[in-house]
């Protein structure tokens, strides 16, 4: 699978798919709502379900101007805003399709230095239900658990799953 130069091998997946396919609508996973905010990949696996979002700052063509505005929407809280509505419509989706049966773990992959994505992972998890509450009537977890990584950290924790940045 790929997000533009960058390419992803879920080896050990029953499925992958590319979520926010808008261009073709021909395609079986078409997703057609252009309003709702849609992760890059679903990946669906024996025990798990991954939410899958790409951003890419350190892309080679990415512009130092483009750079400095999303370390700003880092800095300022707005990523982790847009990650969390990423999620959140996308899990909605799949519950209206019913496919939320399996635990669900959104990854994502922020092609910026380790340091710069500290908090990244606990801003995104504090703006998805139940928010740092504890819900006892709740038999379900809307998301298990909300990781970021860079290109490095996700082929050191995900061996199975390599990505790499293809030149074309």
Same mark, same amino acid.
């Given at each position: 699978?790929? /997000?533009? %130069?960058?390419?992803?091998?879920?080896?050990?997946?029953?499925?992958?798919?590319?979520? %926010? /396919?808008?261009?073709?609508?021909?395609?079986p996973?078409?997703?057609?709502?252009?309003?709702?905010?849609?992760v890059?990949?679903?990946?669906?696996?024996?025990?798990?379900?991954?939410?899958?979002?790409?951003?890419? #700052?350190?892309?080679?063509?990415?512009?130092?101007?483009?750079?400095?505005?999303?370390?700003?929407?880092?800095?300022?809280?707005?990523l982790?805003?847009?990650?969390?509505?990423?999620?959140? !419509?996308?899990?909605?989706?799949? +519950?209206?399709?019913?496919?939320?049966?399996? #635990?669900?773990?959104?990854?994502?992959?922020?092609?910026?230095? /380790?340091?710069?994505?500290?908090?990244?992972? !606990?801003?995104? @998890?504090?703006?998805?239900? #139940?928010m740092n509450?504890?819900? @006892?009537?709740?038999?379900?977890?809307?998301?298990?658990?909300?990781?970021?990584?860079?290109?490095?950290? +996700?082929?050191?924790?995900? #061996?199975?799953?390599?990505?790499r940045?293809?030149?074309?």
């Open positions: 699978m790929k /997000e533009r %130069d960058l390419e992803f091998n879920f080896t050990d997946a029953i499925e992958a798919i590319i979520f %926010d /396919e808008m261009k073709d609508k021909s395609l996973n078409y997703h057609g709502i252009g309003v709702m905010h849609r890059d990949f679903i990946v669906e696996l024996e025990t798990a379900i991954l939410f899958v979002e790409v951003k890419d #700052p350190n892309n080679p063509n990415a512009r130092e101007k483009q750079k400095r505005k999303f370390l700003k929407e880092v800095n300022e809280g707005i982790s805003t847009t990650f969390a509505s990423k999620y959140l !419509d996308s899990f909605i989706y799949r +519950w209206a399709e019913n496919k939320t049966s399996k #635990p669900i773990h959104y990854i994502n992959l922020v092609t910026l230095e /380790e340091e710069l994505l500290g908090h990244l992972s !606990d801003e995104i @998890s504090a703006k998805l239900p #139940p509450h504890e819900i @006892s009537r709740w038999q379900r977890q809307v998301v298990n658990n909300v990781q970021v990584f860079n290109i490095e950290s +996700w082929n050191e924790n995900f #061996p199975r799953w390599p990505v940045r293809v030149v074309v």
